[in-house]
């Protein structure tokens, strides 16, 4: 069975810093898709990328970029220079080939200070 | 990539009553699915609603309490049965879409129905 693990229940960072987001999963199969989405207050699920596992390109879009490194299964989310409107909770999913399911992790709460 | 929209977007209900959440989409689209959000938790899949057939629901959610229809490739509605207040979640619809091209396929999320049973 697939499955993803978000270590970090909460990360709390003042504005202008780092952040990083550790996505570790597990999956029997070769060919898999990972994502992040992101959860604002507000309660929508905004997608932000998505992975193939047959390609291990790092990813950079503005101030986030994702790292993909499947000798240690992990897909690691960080946003650079943060900004208050980046608070939110940030799922990391999995879904394998020939299955549409996307198991989702327990989720990261980010809190921005300013 | 595909618009969606759910109504309603909130509502807070009774204990024993029953509430239709509507979801729209403004394209065709084969896959679309309902997901609970219980507080402070992930997404939880409930079922996958099936243009012309039965919806495929998860283990441990069942049709009497969740019956879903799927009357097109545009609309799909899940209905919460005899609620209690361990109904209270955020409910949300999803469509699977290929944004550009193969091995591309990702799902996109309405904005969510926030329930509350009291």
């Known amino acids: 069975a697939q499955k993803v693990t978000q270590a970090q229940t909460e990360i709390s960072v003042v504005e202008k810093e780092d952040v990083t987001l550790d996505c570790v999963y597990e999956?029997?199969?070769?060919?898999?898709?990972l994502f992040w989405y992101k959860q604002p207050p507000s309660g929508e699920l905004v997608f932000l990328i998505r992975?193939?596992?047959?390609?291990?390109q790092n990813e950079i879009s503005g101030r986030y970029s994702w790292n993909f490194q499947k000798s240690t299964s992990s897909f690691n989310f960080t946003i650079t220079a943060s900004q208050v409107v980046d608070s939110a909770v940030y799922f990391c999913a999995l879904s394998e080939a020939n299955d549409y399911k996307l198991s989702f992790g327990a989720g990261t709460t980010v809190t921005v200070r300013a | 990539s595909a618009v969606i929209s759910q109504k309603p977007s909130r509502d807070i209900c009774q204990r024993g009553t029953s509430l239709t959440i509507q979801c729209q989409v403004d394209s065709q689209v084969t896959m679309m699915f309902w997901y609970r959000q219980q507080p402070g938790q992930s997404l939880t899949l409930i079922a996958t609603a099936n243009q012309g057939s039965e919806a495929t629901y998860e283990s441990g959610f069942v049709i009497d309490k969740f019956p879903i229809s799927r009357p097109n490739l545009t609309f799909s509605t899940l209905t919460v049965s005899n609620m209690s207040p361990e109904d209270s979640s955020i409910y949300l619809c999803?469509?699977?879409?290929?944004?550009?091209?193969?091995?591309?396929?990702?799902?996109?999320f309405g904005p969510g129905t926030r329930l509350l049973v009291l």
């Open positions: 999956t029997r199969d070769t060919t898999y898709y």
């Open positions: 999803s469509v699977e879409d290929i944004p550009s091209g193969p091995y591309q396929e990702t799902q996109y």
């Open positions: 992975r193939n596992s047959f390609d291990e």
